[in-house]
């Protein structure tokens, strides 16, 4: 995890070899929902620094992204890391003898079909912009294929051999200058989500076996399914009821548009049985705790990590926002914190400290700093607060004497000398010979004026 946005670092921006594919409707129709207007802006601000055949020599203080995009460096940072996390850049980083330097190097937005079949980013974008958005965004993605359920068309087009000749010793022994070439390309994308490690597969075969399914359809989206798993905790026999009720009734074909919809509608609200425990092993220190943090880490190790949160938030009578679901899917898909101890951190967040919503920085924050402390478990993440809390409690005095020895400095100011006079003399009657004096002083003024 790279430090955050440093306004005094260099940086550079490239692109991709195939960024001429970048479309900007495309960007503005299915990215932008997702990023947020400021990230939205940064990618734009960063096209606009592009330069033909960049060198380390052309880089540009950091700072001037903040003018540009007129945010502040917490923006600025949070921006780029959204725009990170959908594929739209990849950042790269040296120190030189001129200093850190960040190279951004743009990539292109993916074809409307391409984004639609990306289980993480279609989840997302039909998070933020509702059910009936997305449909019609589907639509228009489709709109030149040809409509039908009784075609008998067959695919009739000439391979590329049967149409152009190519010298077959060419094609054993590549020419170097394409060798060459070809080492330049950028390596194919990599999925953004890894295989669930704790989903039977097998499982749910045997419970859709003998269902009238197109089994080719599974594979093809075993990465949505198992995002799914992931976000929500759902168990194979739930999952196969759902897939069941996803199913194109005419063609047997598995609906993925379908059973996103269906998923997103049941897990609005915590169902009324928790997912299948999967229990942590208890480790030696785990004997400090308490028998109520005993019974949080039942609760932690039952529920993913969405079903945790809105559990809590229907405790305190919220509700779990877009932005809420999309700072837990990037914690479940980094994969470096297990779902227990994503638990324990939205309970530190919202019940113990009683913030209303999480906040994606803060978060941040606390899960770097578990990282570093080597939490794996639900009670290694109890025993990290803990600790926390034990240093903030160690020397009082000199943290409080520190906190409010600014507040309370001093404004010396020179007194009027009427006021250093005792309340005697402060409140002396005056003497008739000098009541005569005033009174004379009053009508020589009104005379002069």
């Not at 330069?51 to 995009?69: A, G, K």
């Amino acid at each position: 995890m790279r430090p955050n946005f440093d306004p005094q670092a260099g940086y550079l921006v490239t692109a991709a070899a195939d960024f001429i594919n970048f479309n900007d409707q495309v960007y503005t129709d299915y990215y932008q929902p997702v990023l947020g207007p400021v990230a939205f802006s940064l990618f734009y601000a960063l096209r606009s620094q592009l330069i033909d055949h960049p060198t380390l020599e052309d880089r540009r203080l950091q700072s001037t992204l903040l003018v540009q995009v007129n945010a502040g460096q917490n923006q600025v940072s949070e921006g780029l890391r959204r725009l990170e996390g959908m594929g739209l850049i990849q950042t790269y980083f040296q120190h030189d003898a001129q200093g850190d330097l960040y190279v951004y190097e743009l990539q292109a937005t993916l074809s409307p079909d391409r984004f639609i079949n990306d289980s993480l980013l279609s989840v997302l974008l039909l998070e933020a912009i509702g059910e009936q958005a997305f449909s019609r965004l589907v639509k228009n993605a489709h709109r030149y294929q040809l409509k039908t359920t009784q075609s008998q068309l067959k695919n009739v087009s000439h391979h590329f051999l049967d149409a152009y000749h190519v010298d077959q010793h060419e094609l054993v022994h590549v020419p170097d200058v394409i060798k060459q070439a070809q080492t330049t390309t950028t390596p194919a994308e990599r999925s953004l989500v890894e295989d669930s490690k704790d989903f039977n597969w097998a499982t749910l075969l045997t419970l859709l076996k003998g269902q009238p399914l197109v089994k080719d359809d599974l594979a093809d989206q075993r990465e949505l399914i198992e995002v799914e798993h992931q976000l929500y905790g759902i168990d194979e026999p739930t999952m196969a009821r759902l897939i069941r009720g996803a199913l194109d009734l005419a063609t047997n074909h598995f609906d993925a548009q379908k059973f996103k919809r269906q998923v997103a509608a049941r897990y609005k609200r915590v169902p009324a049985a928790p997912a299948t425990p999967n229990r942590q092993e208890e480790s030696a220190d785990s004997k400090q705790l308490t028998a109520k943090d005993r019974q949080l880490l039942k609760s932690t190790d039952n529920y993913a990590p969405v079903e945790f949160l809105q559990a809590l938030k229907e405790q305190t009578g919220g509700y779990v926002t877009a932005g809420e679901r999309n700072v837990l899917t990037r914690l479940v898909q980094d994969g470096k914190l297990p779902s227990p101890v994503i638990n324990v951190l939205v309970w530190y967040v919202i019940a113990d400290l009683g913030n209303a919503t999480l906040k994606g920085n803060f978060v941040d924050a606390i899960a770097n700093d578990w990282l570093r402390a080597g939490v794996h478990d639900g009670a290694g993440a109890l025993l990290q607060l803990k600790k926390f809390n034990q240093d903030k409690q160690q020397n009082p005095m000199k943290r409080f004497a520190s906190k409010t020895s600014r507040r309370r400095m001093e404004v010396r100011e020179t007194m009027p000398d009427w006021s250093k006079q005792d309340k005697a003399t402060r409140t002396k009657k005056a003497s008739a010979e000098a009541l005569a004096k005033a009174r004379a002083r009053q009508r020589s003024n009104r005379k002069g004026r």
